[in-house]
């Protein structure tokens, strides 16, 4: 049974600060990772994807993968309450594989 | 270009029932993938169909069905609705059949009462 797992939060930092979201999974094969962001009633949308171990920016974010540790991480830099928001870890085992498997999602409140 | 477009947003049904939903995928996919989200929870993989034929099928019964239709759309039907099937139903299209960076559309609501 492939697990990926969240604090469910709620995670609560202040306007311009460091926001810090990790997420750990059980299958060593896997080969994909995405962050997901998904405000109250709405679907789920794609903020970033990595792939490689290290770091990867894009913008305000930075996802960082450590394979040997199955760990994978969100900061959000100068956080904004417009990224209060569930953020929703999911991981696909590589080529040719068909399915995400999300993890439970972390509740993030930027206090303005 | 066109994204996931998903149809209807919102739908109530009476335990028992039988129930439809449909999914347009984004100009240019022939891969559609359906997940189901319960309050609370993170999307869990229902299904996924390529070239019309299904390609892959997570945890779920065989009262939950799809279809996939030669201009790509595509359909998940669930019969006899139990309470714990209320959710919302994601529908995600891609470019083939791997990868995983999808693009969602808005959901269905379903509620069974």
């Known amino acids: ?112 | 270009e066109t994204g996931v477009t998903q149809s209807p947003t919102h739908l109530i049904k009476t335990r028992g029932q039988q129930v439809t939903l449909r999914c347009s995928s984004q100009s240019g996919h022939n891969t559609v993938s359906w997940y189901q989200q319960a309050l609370g929870q993170g999307p869990q993989f229902i299904f996924q169909y390529y070239r019309e034929e299904e390609n892959g099928r997570g945890n779920f019964p065989p009262r939950f069905s799809g279809l996939q239709f030669p201009n790509y759309s595509s359909e998940l039907n669930v019969n006899a609705l139990e309470l714990d099937d209320s959710a919302l139903y994601l529908c995600a299209s891609s470019r083939g059949t791997g990868g995983g960076g999808y693009t969602f559309g808005s959901g269905t609501r379903l509620t069974v009462v």
């Open chain 1, 1 to 112: 049974q492939k697990e990926v797992e969240q604090n469910s939060g709620p995670l609560s930092v202040p306007e311009g600060a460091i926001a810090s979201l990790n997420c750990t999974y059980s299958d060593r094969g896997s080969q994909s990772f995405f962050w997901y962001r998904q405000y109250s009633g709405k679907s789920p949308e794609l903020i970033m994807f990595i792939y490689s171990n290290g770091d990867k920016e894009d913008g305000r974010f930075t996802a960082q993968l450590n394979k040997a540790s199955q760990y994978v991480s969100l900061l959000i830099r100068d956080s904004q309450p417009s990224d209060s928001a569930t953020y929703l870890c999911a991981v696909n085992a590589g080529a040719g594989s068909y399915q995400l498997t999300f993890g439970k999602g972390t509740k993030l409140s930027v206090i303005p």
